[in-house]
């Protein structure tokens, strides 16, 4: 038996007794809910194990719905992809639809981690620009990242959830990220930005050029590397130029 994205998974006790005991219980937000405190020692080895399992599903899932898309991926499918048995995703997630906003999440959290992975002791402001900008836009041209994108556009219109977490997890995650980096800058004098929230977002938004329009709609996109690199440089270019304060480089 397959459920789709209206269908609830059966109710009976294996989503409980998938890490032994009666731990966690998670929504579709994302968080965790204590359910039953078990003996110390236990845990750790119970969430490890749930963890693992859920990652090894998200795995699966990831590869069937890049290949067959939302609609044409199978809960058949995904299970053959991950070895398990439709009964351990039935204890994981509830719906499809559940399934693939978790792999949304986690892989836009992922890229929020990675994008932000720079040298903080880094004195010259331009090259942290920089680095964040080429990092950013190495990620949104991996041919699977705009297959990704695609599926969530194609999902959003009837699952809004999918696409709310996409942003949530993507777009503004990494914003507020950045918003947080100008907003110290901007106190300690290097740059001069009256809102760092659409300061933020306009920086990403140049960094992008027309690049990954093109990609989007399948444009293939010859010398990615000098473009990536060219379309930054000139991101961060107007950027200070709009921004900046003449004080480049910090002591």
Known sequence: MEFGPTESAPRHGTAQHAVGFDVLARSIEGNWIDMKRPHKGEAGAAIGLFTEKRQ??????????LDMGFDGASINEIARASAVSKGTIYSYFTSKEELFAALVEADR????????????????????????GETFMLMMVQPDHIRLTRLVIGAAEKFPVIGRTFFDAGPREGSDRLADLLAQLTQQGYLAIDDCEIAAF????????????????????????????STVRFAVGAFLRAYGTGSPRRT
Do not use: H, W
């Open 56 to 65: 090894e599903i998200i795995d699966g899932a990831r590869r069937v719905f």
């Open 109 to 132: 959290t992922k890229a929020a981690e990675c994008l932000f992975d720079y040298d903080s002791e880094e004195p010259d402001v331009e090259r942290t620009l920089r680095r964040i």
């Open 202 to 229: 306009q920086f990403f938004n140049l960094c992008q050029g027309n690049i990954v329009r093109k990609l989007m709609f399948g444009v293939e996109q010859l010398q990615m590397s000098a473009a990536v690199e």
